[in-house]
C-alpha cells in the first residue's frame, strides 16, 4: 500500500512539472529593451551607408584595394609565386607557351608537314611512272671499280637505318592519334606510341654519331668546285638523258650532304639534345621551340630525303650496287662520274680497279 502511494506521488511531481514547463513556453516574450538617444536605421538607410576604409596593404602585396581581394586566378597560373622546390621555372603553375605550342603543333605543323609528306613520294612516284629508271647507254663491261670502302659503307648503313627507325617512330608521334588511333583503338596505339618514343630516344644519340662519322669520312669530297654548278644548272642531265660529267660526288649528291646531312642534320641533332635532357635547367619556353624546330625540320629532312633514297634505288640503274657491295662496274663509272673514273685509272685517287675474272668479297677495302 505504502509503494504504491509513493507512485501515485511521484506521477502527481512529473505531471506539475511537465505542466509548469508548457506554460512558460506559452508566455509572451519580453518587451526589447529601449534603447535611449539613438535612432535606428531602415535597411534602405543602412545600405546607403559609406563603407569603413580599406586598411593599408603592406608593401609588395599582390591583393586589390579592398578587404582582402585576392589576385585574379589567370595572373596566379602564369606569374612566378613563391615554391619550396628549388629550379627554373619550379614557381610558375602554368604558361601560355605551352597553349601556343599545342596550337601550332596541333594545327599547321602537323597539316602543311602532312601534306608535304604525301605530296613529295606521289610526285617522284609519278615521275618513275612517266621516265622510268635512268638505264645505262653501254652494257656492264664486268670490270669493276671501288666505289666505298667498308668503313664509309658502314657510316652511310648505320646513318640511314637510324634515319629511318627515326623517321618512321616520329611519325607515330606526330600523326599517330590522327591516322592510328581511330581505327586501332586507345589499348594498341598507347603500346605502339610507347615503344616508338623509347626507340626515338635510344637511337637518337647513335644516329648524331653516325652524322659525324659520316662529315668526317665523306667531307673531303663534297667541296664544291666549277664542274659541281655545271651539273646544278642543267639538273644532272636528268630531264635530258644526257648526263654531266661529274667527280666523285656530282652537285646533286654535293647539295645533300651540306644541305641535308649537315645543316638539317645539326639542327634535328640539336633540338633533339635539348629534349632529351630537360635536367640541364632548360625553360619551357625554350622546350617547346625545340619541339617545334625539330618537328618541322624532320620533315623537311625526311621529305628531301626520299628524292635521295629515289636516285639511290629505283631511280638509277646500278646505282645501288656501290653502297651495297662496295663496287660499281665501270660503264655506270664512266657514264655517271666520268671524272673520278680517270682520276682512279691514274692512281691520283685511293680506290681501286678490279679485273673482270676477280669478284669484290665482301668487306673488301
Same mark, same amino acid.
Given at each position: 500500500?505504502?509503494?504504491?502511494?509513493?507512485?501515485?506521488?511521484?506521477? /502527481? @511531481? *512529473?505531471?506539475?512539472?511537465?505542466? =509548469?514547463?508548457? &506554460?512558460?513556453?506559452?508566455?509572451?516574450?519580453?518587451?526589447?529593451?529601449? %534603447?535611449?538617444?539613438?535612432?535606428?536605421?531602415?535597411?534602405?538607410?543602412?545600405?546607403?551607408?559609406?563603407?569603413?576604409?580599406?586598411?593599408?596593404?603592406?608593401?609588395?602585396?599582390?591583393?586589390?584595394?579592398?578587404?582582402?581581394?585576392?589576385?585574379?586566378?589567370?595572373?596566379?597560373?602564369?606569374?612566378?609565386?613563391?615554391?619550396?622546390?628549388?629550379?627554373?621555372?619550379?614557381?610558375?603553375?602554368?604558361?601560355?607557351?605551352?597553349?601556343?605550342?599545342?596550337?601550332?603543333?596541333?594545327?599547321?605543323?602537323?597539316?602543311?608537314?602532312?601534306?608535304?609528306? /604525301? @605530296? *613529295?613520294?606521289?610526285?617522284?612516284? =609519278?615521275?618513275? &611512272?612517266?621516265?622510268?629508271?635512268?638505264?645505262?647507254?653501254?652494257?656492264? %663491261?664486268?670490270?669493276?671499280?671501288?666505289?666505298?670502302?667498308?668503313?664509309?659503307?658502314?657510316?652511310?648503313?648505320?646513318?640511314?637505318?637510324?634515319?629511318?627507325?627515326?623517321?618512321?617512330?616520329?611519325?607515330?608521334?606526330?600523326?599517330?592519334?590522327?591516322?592510328?588511333?581511330?581505327?586501332?583503338?586507345?589499348?594498341?596505339?598507347?603500346?605502339?606510341?610507347?615503344?616508338?618514343?623509347?626507340?626515338?630516344?635510344?637511337?637518337?644519340?647513335?644516329?648524331?654519331?653516325?652524322?659525324?662519322?659520316?662529315?668526317?669520312?665523306?667531307?673531303?669530297?663534297?667541296?664544291?668546285?666549277?664542274?659541281?654548278?655545271?651539273?646544278?644548272?642543267?639538273?644532272?642531265?636528268?630531264?635530258?638523258?644526257?648526263?654531266?660529267?661529274?667527280?666523285?660526288?656530282?652537285?646533286?649528291?654535293?647539295?645533300?650532304?651540306?644541305?641535308?646531312?649537315?645543316?638539317?642534320?645539326?639542327?634535328?641533332?640539336?633540338?633533339?639534345?635539348?629534349?632529351?635532357?630537360?635536367?640541364?635547367?632548360?625553360?619551357?619556353?625554350?622546350?617547346?621551340?625545340?619541339?617545334?624546330?625539330?618537328?618541322?625540320?624532320?620533315?623537311?629532312?625526311?621529305?628531301?630525303?626520299?628524292?635521295?633514297?629515289?636516285?639511290?634505288?629505283?631511280?638509277?640503274?646500278?646505282?645501288?650496287?656501290?653502297?651495297?657491295?662496295?663496287?660499281?662496274?665501270?660503264?655506270?663509272?664512266?657514264?655517271?662520274?666520268?671524272?673520278?673514273?680517270?682520276?682512279?685509272?691514274?692512281?691520283?685517287?685511293?680506290?681501286?680497279?678490279?679485273?673482270?675474272?676477280?669478284?669484290?668479297?665482301?668487306?673488301?677495302?
Amino acid at each position: 500500500m505504502k509503494s504504491f502511494t509513493w507512485k501515485c506521488l511521484g506521477a /502527481l @511531481v *512529473v505531471i506539475a512539472g511537465f505542466a =509548469a514547463g508548457n &506554460a512558460g513556453a506559452q508566455a509572451p516574450a519580453a518587451p526589447a529593451p529601449k %534603447t535611449e538617444g539613438k535612432l535606428s536605421l531602415s535597411p534602405a538607410d543602412e545600405a546607403a551607408k559609406p563603407a569603413a576604409a580599406a586598411p593599408a596593404l603592406p608593401a609588395g602585396s599582390t591583393a586589390a584595394p579592398g578587404w582582402n581581394v585576392p589576385p585574379k586566378w589567370d595572373t596566379v597560373q602564369e606569374s612566378p609565386q613563391y615554391a619550396s622546390i628549388p629550379g627554373v621555372e619550379r614557381n610558375v603553375l602554368q604558361q601560355q607557351t605551352g597553349e601556343w605550342w599545342r596550337t601550332v603543333r596541333n594545327g599547321p605543323v602537323t597539316f602543311y608537314g602532312g601534306i608535304v609528306l /604525301l @605530296v *613529295v613520294p606521289i610526285f617522284l612516284l =609519278a615521275f618513275f &611512272a612517266i621516265k622510268g629508271p635512268f638505264k645505262l647507254h653501254g652494257e656492264p %663491261t664486268g670490270r669493276l671499280v671501288e666505289r666505298y670502302n667498308s668503313a664509309e659503307r658502314m657510316t652511310h648503313w648505320t646513318t640511314a637505318i637510324s634515319f629511318v627507325l627515326l623517321g618512321l617512330t616520329g611519325l607515330i608521334i606526330l600523326f599517330g592519334k590522327h591516322v592510328l588511333l581511330p581505327w586501332m583503338g586507345p589499348a594498341a596505339f598507347s603500346w605502339i606510341t610507347i615503344i616508338g618514343k623509347n626507340i626515338h630516344n635510344f637511337v637518337g644519340p647513335l644516329f648524331i654519331f653516325s652524322l659525324i662519322a659520316m662529315f668526317v669520312l665523306y667531307v673531303k669530297d663534297n667541296f664544291f668546285n666549277a664542274q659541281d654548278f655545271v651539273w646544278l644548272a642543267k639538273f644532272g642531265g636528268l630531264m635530258s638523258g644526257n648526263h654531266v660529267p661529274s667527280g666523285r660526288f656530282n652537285g646533286g649528291e654535293k647539295v645533300w650532304f651540306w644541305l641535308g646531312v649537315v645543316i638539317l642534320g645539326s639542327v634535328v641533332a640539336i633540338s633533339g639534345v635539348i629534349m632529351l635532357f630537360p635536367n640541364w635547367e632548360t625553360v619551357r619556353g625554350v622546350m617547346a621551340e625545340a619541339n617545334l624546330f625539330h618537328a618541322v625540320v624532320a620533315m623537311i629532312f625526311v621529305a628531301s630525303s626520299f628524292g635521295h633514297m629515289y636516285i639511290g634505288t629505283i631511280g638509277e640503274e646500278g646505282a645501288s650496287q656501290g653502297m651495297l657491295t662496295g663496287y660499281s662496274d665501270e660503264t655506270w663509272a664512266r657514264e655517271h662520274h666520268p671524272l673520278w673514273l680517270e682520276e682512279v685509272k691514274a692512281g691520283k685517287r685511293p680506290e681501286k680497279m678490279m679485273p673482270a675474272s676477280a669478284q669484290a668479297a665482301a668487306g673488301d677495302d
